[in-house]
Nanobody, 124 residues
Framework: QVHLVETGGGLVQAGGSLRLSCAVS????????LGWFRQAAGKEREFVAR????????LYADFVQGRFTISRDNTKNTGYLQMNDLKPEDTAVYYC?????????????????WGQGTQVTVSS
């Protein structure tokens, strides 16, 4: 059974940092690209960042503006999202997700394995 478990969310003041982790089990982690998405209350889920199965070609949503860094450690079956200079508008539930190697996209429907999400709240 496939499991993706996000940790590292919490409450932080504006300008602060958080590091999200995504622990993966039940499949071959490096057969999949990794993506991070988020969903704020009352809004649709949106793409945040993605990285290939090898851990290269990181791509980010425009709103990231150099503040976040996506990475992965295939030896630990874990993905990461380092978030710096957080803003109140970054408040959301953050999800990690995996897509097959052949589907290199920011479209959520291509990601067939998802975690349960971790809440990030940024106070002003």
């Amino acid at each position: 059974q496939v499991h993706l478990v996000e940790t590292g969310g919490g409450l932080v003041q504006a300008g602060g940092s958080l590091r999200l982790s995504c622990a993966v089990s039940g499949l071959i982690f490096d057969d999949h690209n990794l993506g991070w998405f988020r969903q704020a209350a009352g809004k649709e889920r949106e793409f945040v960042a993605r990285i290939t199965w090898r851990g290269d070609m990181p791509l980010y949503a425009d709103f990231v503006q150099g503040r976040f860094t996506i990475s992965r450690d295939n030896t630990k079956n874990t993905g990461y999202l380092q978030m710096n200079d957080l803003k109140p508008e970054d408040t959301a539930v953050y999800y990690c997700a995996l897509s097959p190697i052949s589907l290199w996209t920011e479209r959520a429907h291509a990601y067939d394995n998802w975690g349960q999400g971790t809440q990030v709240t940024v106070s002003s």
